[in-house]
């Protein structure tokens, strides 16, 4: 089946850098992209979303960025900070697929001092 | 506002025994909720979509006589799993959809249940 994957599995930066964390998706029906945050031992925390009608969503320190034409879903974090280290996953829902939503296997971003 | 719970976080059983993990949705009312399994450095794997009132929708290669959904109201569902094997051991992670939300697109999730099969 389709599926939505990373090129990096690991990421480390210092503290204070900007961070960017790559996506790949497969499913040229997906039409909604949510970034998760999920540190060891918890459930996602919900990052930031973006529709397939748009290319770029911001939020607090964070951006979203969709490329449609090579299927590629981008976050970017501004001023990395410590607390900033988890693991990070992509995941999308295409349209009628009853709310069930495709993780991506998962970026580690460790935030060095 | 828009809190799961799990319960237990952690639960340690005996190869053979079953184990109901519990998901409550706490402010919202969810006639959907997911069902996902999560291994060790891997990502999240759905495993069934609950529905409130109906039967449970499995994803291909979960067993339903093995893990038993039971979506009995608008704010809580159960994965049972039954004769448990170490295989099974797992983080366990359900999210609910708000019933009416403001998009199609919410899903809250709980933080998630420890499984340990001895």
Redo the contacts between chains.
Sequence with gaps: GESVGLHLPTLSVQEGDNSIINCAYSNSASDYFIWYKQESGKGPQFIIDIRSNMDKRQGQRVTVLLNKTVKHLSLQIAATQPGDSAVYFCADRSWGSNYKLTFGKGTLLTVNP | GAV?S?HPSRVICKSGTSVKIECRSLDFQAT?M?WYRQFPK?????MA?SNEGSKA?YEQGVEKDKFLINHASLTLSTLTVTSAHPEDSS?Y?CSA?PTGGRT??E??????T?LTVT
């Design positions: 799961v799990q959907t997911f891997q990502s999240l794997m759905l979509t929708t983080f992670i959809r199609s697109y899903q809250y999730f709980g933080p998630g420890r």
